[in-house]
DNA sequence: ACCCTTAGTGGACACTGTCCACATTAGCTC
DNA sequence: GAGCTAATGTGGACAGTGTCCACTAAGGGT
């Protein structure tokens, strides 16, 4: 029943993002009186943290999809290179094909706060976007593309670069402009972080 | 009046985020009912695209007021390359410093869209911060320390490398993060973007 | 057989955005 | 000045939301 309501609401949020996963709609899917719902989870912020990480585990899984897909042996300087280009084109993408649920997996209530859970501060067992991100970053140092010295945090520029594409071109100020514009914006942070490495 | 209800939407944004510029409660600070705020608006979308337009042109007006305070002639490398960076650390500051317009700044809803108001797509009229952004960028090509030909375009991934910074270590995943990381953050950024620009 | 935890129900409250009909008032025309 | 018109604010209502409280089954352990 819980897992109901969390995937009643990964579909509400899928179209119409967090302010759409409203507590009483879900429990109308799941098929229950509104009130059912305060056994399971304490707030409505509560069910919403859930589908926040159920949202942000679904775009570390296409991220790692989209990764296992690149071939070449790891320490390939090509490869690696390949990789991390695919770990941005992913991130992007699925902020495209999915906005409700990108949105969704950063509106985390303050409440129920990223904690560990999803990996911020640390890469740990389970894979996240960052920590994807900071395999990608080491392997291109192994691969000799990186520059050793250079690479202590380079993963926050690299993220926000691709984040904060994501976020204006799709609910930010640049969202209204042309389709082709858009691609156009995302191939320039791609290439200007690639640039960036050497 | 219409003015009134904007500056009490402007001030429930500053503490509270988008969510907070809700209708009622501002008619309440102006000291009438509800209904009266339906002569001046539309929707309450419509108060609260006013509330962003306002809160992005607070953003616009920090970021001249820092950019002023920068001596040395306009052309001068060094100079230039201040003036780069203090648009961004303004941007940073300001994202950091009200938290609550920022992200209300960015909040414009669907219906009344950013149209050309905030110069999102043209630098136009108005100082803005895209506008600010293209004019340092113009200046350090004319300083010669950014290649004429890498120009085109550039001013995106780094709008987006700092308006990323602002969203993840403001309200995303790396907010709970202590407060000299998210400095080292945000100074991590300013000197990918100083250091792409060679 | 009892009791006690768990899961779900029904009813209520305060709050929100929004619609409708009404009152007031300012300004204009005759 | 009298009266019409447009603008502005009021009062009351409705649906929808999150959330609290008291209540009712059902099931399992003693």
């Given at each position: 029943?819980?897992?109901?309501?969390?995937?009643?609401?990964?579909?509400?949020?899928?179209?119409?993002?967090?302010?759409?996963?409203?507590?009483?709609?879900?429990?109308?899917?799941?098929?229950?009186?509104?009130?059912?719902?305060?056994?399971?989870?304490?707030?409505?912020?509560?069910?919403?943290?859930?589908?926040?990480?159920?949202?942000?585990?679904?775009?570390?899984?296409?991220?790692?999809?989209?990764?296992?897909?690149?071939?070449?042996?790891?320490?390939?300087?090509?490869?690696?290179?390949?990789?991390?280009?695919?770990?941005?084109?992913?991130?992007?993408?699925?902020?495209?094909?999915?906005?409700?649920?990108?949105?969704?997996?950063?509106?985390?209530?303050?409440?129920?706060?990223?904690?560990?859970?999803?990996?911020?501060?640390?890469?740990?067992?389970?894979?996240?976007?960052?920590?994807?991100?900071?395999?990608?970053?080491?392997?291109?140092?192994?691969?000799?593309?990186?520059?050793?010295?250079?690479?202590?945090?380079?993963?926050?520029?690299?993220?926000?670069?691709?984040?904060g594409t994501a976020e204006l071109t799709g609910q930010g100020p640049l969202r209204d402009a042309p389709d082709a514009e858009?691609?156009?914006?995302?191939?320039?942070?791609?290439?200007?972080?690639?640039?960036?490495?050497?």
């Open positions: 029943m819980r897992a109901g309501l969390i995937a009643a609401g990964v579909e509400l949020a899928r179209s119409g993002g967090p302010e759409a996963v409203v507590l009483r709609e879900a429990t109308r899917i799941v098929g229950v009186v509104p009130n059912a719902a305060y056994r399971h989870f304490a707030d409505r912020d509560e069910l919403l943290a859930e589908v926040c990480t159920a949202a942000m585990n679904e775009l570390a899984d296409r991220m790692t999809a989209d990764l296992t897909r690149i071939r070449g042996k790891r320490g390939n300087p090509d490869a690696a290179r390949r990789r991390l280009g695919a770990i941005g084109s992913a991130y992007l993408r699925f902020a495209q094909e999915e906005p409700g649920l990108f949105a969704t997996a950063f509106a985390v209530p303050r409440r129920h706060s990223y904690a560990d859970r999803d990996g911020a501060t640390d890469g740990s067992i389970r894979s996240t976007p960052l920590g994807l991100l900071r395999a990608a970053l080491d392997e291109l140092v192994e691969a000799g593309v990186l520059d050793p010295q250079r690479r202590d945090g380079i993963e926050y520029p690299i993220w926000s670069a691709v984040h858009l691609r156009r914006i995302e191939a320039l942070t791609l290439t200007f972080i690639s640039n960036s490495l050497t």
